[in-house]
């Protein structure tokens, strides 16, 4: 599912970015805009509650692995899988409708290289105050408490490694849980800065910096991930063998 929603996420933003750059084809229609947006966000939270599931996975392995397979079995995984799309759907979808509401009577250029809520908000001539709020309620509510409770599972973790008796256990169980973690700084840093900045500092950030963030979080982590968790997959060293 992370695969997928990695490949998805970059495959929604880059072509178009590829043609702006290479061919200068800079107009997209509204509807086609919403579509991008739609597929933006509801990918990148699915993504942060996929890491949230993989956090809460290897919190079983190491803190309970006799119990993983009772825990962990094909049914509760098929629900997980569920609840994560069911959830990033009920959360974005609305934001469609609060776009559609808005009447835009101004110049319509988005300066990013692809459709994002704000920045198609930001064209309105209304008031979009109710978009400001929702999303970051829905960013808050949604990525902000997956962020807390991938900590909760990491500090969790982290206590019983260090009570492991043997010494090549407490390793091995760090390298799991150390490649996750940077997994989840490289995804959520530059998206979550990404998004209080556009709210409260357009005025004092410079625009380009904007731009440079919300380009980085929607290339840089698709294109790591599978180096980062590569190097740490024996199955994988194998057959690159």
């Given amino acids: 599912m992370w695969a997928s929603a990695d490949i998805l996420f970059s495959t929604s933003t ?7 750059f290479w061919l200068g084809t800079q107009a997209i229609s509204f509807d086609a805009c919403l579509t991008q947006m739609f597929c933006i966000h509801f990918l990148f939270v699915a993504d942060s509650a996929i890491l949230l599931a993989m956090a809460f996975d290897r919190y079983v392995a190491i803190c309970s692995p ?26 974005i979808f609305p934001s469609v409708f609060l776009l559609k509401t808005l009447p835009y009577c101004q110049t319509n250029i988005i300066s990013h290289t692809f459709c994002e809520h704000m920045g198609i908000a930001r064209l309105s001539c209304a008031d979009i105050s109710v978009n ?40 091995k169980a760090l390298g799991a849980c150390g490649t996750h973690i940077c997994v989840i700084l490289l995804f959520y840093m530059p998206a979550v800065f990404s998004v209080f ?28 991930n599978p180096v980062i968790y590569g190097v740490r997959t024996k199955q994988i060293w194998e057959g690159a063998v």
């Avoid at 009772?70 to 069911?86: D, E, F, H, Q």
């Avoid at 980085?216 to 294109?223: D, F, R, S, W």
């Fill in 66 to 91: 006799l119990h993983c397979n009772i825990i962990l079995t094909p049914s509760i995984i098929r629900k997980i899988a569920g609840a994560t799309l069911t959830h990033s759907f009920c959360i």
């Fill in 197 to 224: 900045a556009y709210r409260f500092g357009r005025k004092s950030i410079p625009h380009y910096v904007h731009i440079l963030l919300a380009n980085l979080y929607v290339v840089i982590p698709p294109m790591l």
């Fill in 14 to 20: 880059m072509p178009k970015a590829l043609t702006i």
């Fill in 132 to 171: 400001v709020w929702y999303g970051l309620a829905a960013a808050l509510l949604s990525t902000g408490l997956d962020i807390i409770l991938i900590t909760v599972f990491c500090v969790l973790i982290l206590r019983t490694v260090f009570h492991l008796p043997s010494h090549e256990a407490q390793l």
